[in-house]
């Protein structure tokens, strides 16, 4: 396993780039930790999988360096940074048996057969294959070919990091759960460094210990789920992480207040920003409770989501999500309170601090 460092690192398509516009992947400098479950997540086009590519050593990037425990990698090649990657398809022998597909990177590099059949038979166990072990791949179903692929991503335990581009995309939705929970359970029993890119924020935060977030080819946050979800640092990942995303409504600031039309709403604490900044407030559908002393709202419509309900309604003429309980009514003078815990301030679209 290893450290991974980003440093200074950019990456563009273009022989001279000129401008931001013309990069793919604007300037980082990023750590992931040895041994960190880590998922890449944004939406296509963002530069994930020029990012990934850039890791294993399949791109070289424009201009900084790739770092694996402080030794520079930049310009080796993918066999030579000892790295597991595991594609969107499946990338298997069909002529071979489950057990020789397992066992390929193993053979390939010349592990004796004994600890070649036990590494291969563990993996197999924990990814439910025994069964099949002696199956020629060709005649396999896509979700049991990309199993495989898995495992022979998983198989080696002797990697710097273990890289997942989209994994999942061709497995069977009732699979997918089942599997993230296999890979979970695998970095915790092996605790390699893993880095799975998706743009299906389920799958990020529930194989994930911390979530990068990239959008328009910058990271905008790395933290955990809890984090991501409370305190957004980006009204992208406010945006992007949950389902309704996070409500973001233009404001005033006053010192600890902030005009919302013809609202006013208490905030946590005061927010410094610069004049002709654009100020927004943020906050999520779940921090919004109805309150009969709170702010009016015109109630659109309510959907019935099973466990809750989310009501669909304007606020001093912007649209806003409120997420209440099954079992609450929604009256039809409905009025709202933000939760402090929840609000937070932004300043051209990035989290700022609230003080005393």
Not at 3 to 23: E, F, G, M, T, V
Not at 72 to 84: F, G, K, S, V
Not at 234 to 244: A, D, E, K, L, R
Not at 324 to 335: F, M, W
């Amino acid at each position: 396993m290893a450290r991974i460092d980003l440093s200074n690192l950019a990456h563009s398509y273009l022989p001279n780039p000129k401008s931001d516009n013309d990069y793919a992947l604007t300037r980082m400098n990023h750590t992931w930790d040895d041994g960190g479950a880590y998922a890449l997540l944004g939406p296509s086009g963002c530069g994930k999988t020029t990012l990934l590519n850039i890791i294993s050593g399949l791109l070289r990037p424009s201009e900084g360096q790739v770092l694996f425990d402080g030794k520079d990698m930049t310009d080796l090649q993918p066999q030579d940074r000892n790295i597991a990657q595991v594609f969107q398809f499946p990338v298997i022998y069909d002529t071979m048996t489950v057990y020789d597909n397992l066992a390929f990177p193993l053979r390939n590099r010349h592990v004796p057969e004994a600890e070649v059949d036990a590494r291969v038979r563990e993996i197999a166990s924990h990814l439910d294959l025994n069964d099949a072990l002696m199956t020629r791949a060709r005649g396999l179903t896509a979700d049991a070919k990309q199993t495989i692929s898995l495992g022979r991503g998983l198989v080696r335990n002797d990697v710097n990091a273990i890289l997942f581009d989209e994994p999942l995309t061709v497995i069977d939705p009732h699979m997918k759960w089942h599997l993230r929970s296999k890979l979970k359970l695998l970095h915790r029993q092996f605790e390699h460094t893993m880095v799975y890119v998706t743009h299906d924020q389920t799958e990020a935060l529930t194989f994930a210990d911390k979530v990068v977030v990239m959008y328009d080819g910058q990271i905008v946050q790395l933290g955990t789920p809890e984090e991501l979800f409370i305190k957004p640092s980006h009204t992208f990942v406010g945006y992007f992480i949950g389902s309704p995303g996070m409500n973001v409504m233009p404001i005033e600031l006053d010192g600890a207040s902030a005009k919302l039309g013809g609202q006013t709403v208490s905030l946590p604490g005061a927010a410094k920003v610069k004049a002709g900044d654009k100020v927004e407030l943020g906050v999520r559908p779940e921090f919004i409770r109805l309150d009969a002393k709170g702010m009016p709202v015109t109630v659109n419509k309510v959907e019935d989501v099973g466990r809750q309900k989310i009501v669909r309604a304007q606020l001093e003429g912007r649209n806003i999500a409120i997420v209440i309980g099954e079992d609450e009514s929604v009256p039809t003078d409905a009025k709202i309170a933000f939760d402090p815990k929840g609000i937070n301030v932004y300043a051209n679209d990035w989290r700022v601090e609230l003080g005393a």
